[in-house]
């Protein structure tokens, strides 16, 4: 059994010490919606492609693009993956996104690069969703807290071999796309946005817990994309995660997305992102290496 250390005295003060934000995020360059939402009016439909339940599969969005993705045929979870269409090393980064707009991403909230670039990928322009808000177990929706389910953590857990987790299903489709062999592909594929699944943090042991999803065909959520992008999304092997996933057990459905392009002259005024400017210098006064 695991041992609890005595409280000191001043124990109910110490947890009565208010928090404040890690990353106050106030300064932040903030996304010119009314911009995207006119370029969005007359765009037009350039690409749709299916992603078939228990798999993923691969898009492409240029900068100044639109990219959709939708419930179709019943409640469905996506992960998403998304990279510099030009360089992998540059892909989605969860842990920042989440430190910078919170545990879960709603309209006008970004997904963030690795560093170095540091820079904002793609913008949320809508989500249906977002009368959802955060209910009372804490839960919300689009997180960027969970991982992607993989089969690994199955094996380690129960011992099983299965091939359809959405790791394996981002791995097969990026391997396609990019002729990359297997094992080279798994290596790109991170952390991802999860579209339209209710997850949150139990308040007793901290736990992370999902719950039925809330979308329904009919649904979606819609991204402006700040650079060139390539994106795999896996139409998750849970369904709705609304009682178990890495597995063929429940019921689960295809999603689609859309490719949206704005007529030329729609984005005046609006520049893609550069790189982050920190010098990469890392305290280290000789530039021999740079
Ligand atoms: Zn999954």
Same mark, same amino acid.
């Given at each position: 059994?695991?041992?609890?250390? =005595?409280?000191?005295?001043?124990?109910?003060?110490?947890?009565?010490?208010?928090?404040?934000?890690?990353?106050? *995020?106030?300064?932040?360059?903030?996304?010119?919606?009314?911009?995207?939402?006119?370029?969005?009016?007359?765009?037009?439909?350039?690409?749709?492609?299916?992603?078939?339940? &228990?798999?993923?599969?691969?898009?492409?969005?240029?900068?100044?693009?639109?990219?959709?993705?939708?419930?179709?045929?019943?409640?469905?979870?996506?992960?998403?993956?998304?990279?510099?269409?030009?360089?992998?090393?540059?892909?989605?980064?969860?842990?920042?996104?989440?430190?910078?707009?919170?545990?879960?991403?709603? =309209?006008?909230?970004?997904?963030?690069?690795?560093?170095?670039?540091?820079?904002?990928?793609?913008?949320?322009?809508?989500?249906?969703?977002? @009368?959802?808000?955060?209910?009372?177990?804490?839960?919300?929706?689009?997180?960027?807290?969970?991982?992607?389910?993989?089969?690994?953590?199955? *094996?380690?857990?129960?011992?099983?071999?299965?091939?359809?987790?959405?790791?394996? *299903?981002?791995? &097969?489709?990026?391997?396609?796309? =990019?002729?990359?062999?297997?094992?080279?592909?798994?290596?790109?594929?991170?952390?991802?946005?999860?579209?339209?699944?209710?997850?949150?943090?139990?308040?007793?042991?901290?736990?992370?817990?999902?719950?039925?999803?809330?979308?329904?065909?009919?649904?979606?959520?819609?991204?402006?994309?700040?650079?060139?992008?390539?994106?795999?999304?896996?139409?998750?092997?849970?369904?709705?995660?609304?009682?178990?996933?890495?597995?063929?057990?429940?019921?689960?459905?295809?999603?689609?997305?859309?490719?949206?392009?704005?007529?030329?002259?729609?984005?005046?005024? @609006?520049?893609?992102?550069?790189?982050?400017?920190?010098? &990469?210098?890392?305290?280290?006064?000789?530039?021999?290496?740079?």
């Amino acid at each position: 059994m695991t041992h609890i250390p =005595t409280a000191p005295d001043d124990a109910d003060d110490r947890r009565a010490i208010t928090p404040v934000i890690c990353y106050p *995020n106030d300064t932040l360059q903030q996304p010119d919606l009314s911009l995207y939402a006119s370029a969005r009016t007359d765009a037009v439909k350039i690409d749709e492609i299916r992603v078939n339940p &228990r798999d993923a599969a691969c898009f492409t969005a240029k900068a100044g693009q639109f990219f959709r993705i939708s419930s179709i045929e019943g409640p469905q979870v996506g992960d998403l993956n998304i990279w510099n269409a030009h360089d992998l090393n540059e892909r989605f980064y969860s842990g920042k996104s989440r430190a910078l707009h919170g545990t879960h991403l709603t =309209t006008g909230e970004r997904m963030w690069s690795s560093f170095p670039a540091l820079r904002p990928m793609a913008t949320i322009t809508t989500d249906t969703l977002g @009368w959802y808000g955060m209910d009372a177990y804490g839960g919300s929706v689009h997180d960027v807290i969970g991982t992607r389910c993989d089969p690994y953590t199955g *094996n380690l857990l129960s011992g099983s071999q299965y091939h359809h987790c959405c790791h394996s *299903n981002l791995t &097969r489709a990026l391997s396609d796309r =990019t002729g990359l062999p297997l094992h080279e592909a798994e290596r790109h594929v991170h952390d991802v946005l999860n579209v339209f699944m209710c997850t949150g943090f139990t308040r007793d042991t901290g736990q992370y817990f999902m719950k039925a999803s809330p979308v329904r065909p009919g649904d979606y959520l819609e991204f402006f994309a700040e650079i060139d992008l390539l994106g795999a999304l896996s139409a998750c092997p849970g369904g709705d995660c609304s009682t178990q996933h890495s597995s063929d057990s429940v019921p689960c459905y295809p999603l689609l997305v859309e490719v949206f392009a704005p007529p030329p002259g729609a984005l005046q005024g @609006w520049v893609s992102p550069a790189l982050n400017g920190y010098d &990469r210098s890392h305290g280290r006064a000789t530039t021999k290496d740079a």
